[in-house]
């Protein structure tokens, strides 16, 4: 279900009760949120995906206005898209398979996707997309990550989460997973932060509440993986 629609649903439809997505202040309107990052913020670490033959081309990218000569691509009703337009970035958006063949068609030049996304969806690509793969030395990063959003008639279902989520960090559990889970630490590794060179944007599409959620929920910079 496109972004819209599925928002659209939690407000006034019955066919959906939960959605975790993107941070936006205008898409929590009639919404419970849960004000809890779900990837301690590591969505708004943006790897790009691009054709293999690009590297010597981003090599040469140093800072934010070598990056406004490329064309991003990104998905139909994404915050990221209106971050990105914010710092002057050229953006196509498409929907999220079509963004692949763009990028190996060369319609557009880079495919910005979060640190936990990219490398598990250049694997799935691979037979299809054996031209792709993750760039080597860029890290666009502002804050974000997914939160849940619940249906309006479902505040219950909102305040369950919550308070599992808050009981899982005040125990450890939630910790636990994160530090130990293939899925968070082989991005991580993968993506060796240290090595690369930082561009950092502005979110002014956070709420009040979400420039609340404190610290302790949040990816501490510089981040390594964990178990390695």
């Not at 305040?159 to 808050?166: A, D, L, P």
């Not at 559990?173 to 502005?202: C, K, W």
Request: no cysteine.
């Amino acid at each position: 279900m496109e972004r819209r629609r599925a928002l659209t649903e939690l407000a006034d439809g019955n066919s959906i009760n939960l959605l975790w997505t993107s941070m936006d202040r205008r898409a929590e309107s009639g919404l419970n949120v849960v004000p809890i990052p779900v990837n301690r913020g590591l969505i708004g670490y943006r790897l790009f995906v691009i054709r293999k033959d690009r590297q010597a081309q981003f090599d040469r990218v140093q800072n934010l206005a070598d990056l406004r000569q490329l064309t991003a691509g990104q998905g139909l009703g994404w915050v990221d898209t209106d971050i990105l337009l914010d710092a002057g970035l050229k953006v196509e958006t498409s929907s999220t398979d079509t963004l692949f063949a763009m990028t190996r068609a060369g319609r557009i030049d880079y495919y910005p996707r979060g640190l936990i996304e990219a490398f598990p969806e250049i694997e799935a690509h691979n037979r299809i997309d054996p031209e792709l793969t993750v760039e080597k030395r860029l890290l666009l990063k502002y804050r974000s990550d997914f939160l849940f959003y619940v249906a309006r008639r479902n505040p219950a279902l909102a305040s369950t989460i919550e308070r599992g989520f808050m009981a899982a960090y005040k125990n450890g559990s939630y910790m636990r997973l994160f530090n130990a889970h293939p899925y968070i630490q082989g991005a991580l590794a993968q993506a060796d932060l240290r090595e690369r060179t930082v561009i950092e944007l502005e979110n002014r599409y956070l709420s009040a509440a979400d420039r609340r959620i404190p610290e302790e929920y949040w990816m501490q910079w510089p981040i390594v993986a964990r178990n390695r």
